[in-house]
């Protein structure tokens, strides 16, 4: 039986109309998703992630840094694939993330991480967020 795990989202930062600022924050993103390295079977690696850097071409006030992965049954260590995730959350500039689990033997889900004041900061020393899953039936 086939046991891939196909898992993809976005993490969106939140629009300004201040351009310094919004560079600034691209930038960190851009170092802390670089900086990911993974290890024997990493969850989170660097080449999952992308994001437009050029504005006008998908990219104009909100940042969206889009990512997705295929695995060997990664819902049997979803545990420690969503505690990585929200370490990741906790480096970056964002207001929402939406990830979404593909798995042939449980079906589909969706985890959704709202920040609960509108943005997150990586100065903030916990996250501050609502989180909610649904399950497609």
């Known amino acids: 039986m086939d046991s891939e795990s196909i898992v993809y989202g976005c993490i969106r930062d939140w629009p300004s ?25 990493p969850f989170l690696g660097k080449e999952m992630f992308s994001q437009c850097e050029q504005v006008g071409a998908g990219l104009y006030r909100t940042q969206v840094i889009h990512f997705g992965a295929s695995y060997d049954g990664v819902e049997y260590e979803w545990t420690l694939w969503v505690a990585e995730f929200e370490a990741l959350l906790k480096r970056l500039y964002w207001a929402s993330a939406v990830v979404h689990l593909d798995t042939g033997l449980n079906g589909c889900h969706t985890f959704r991480w709202e920040s609960e004041n509108g943005f997150h900061s990586p100065q903030e020393d916990n996250l501050h967020a609502r989180c909610a899953w649904e399950r497609e039936g």
């Open 17 to 41: 109309s201040d351009s310094m600022e919004r560079r600034m924050r691209r930038a960190l993103n851009r170092r802390v998703l670089n900086s990911l390295t993974g290890g024997a079977w």
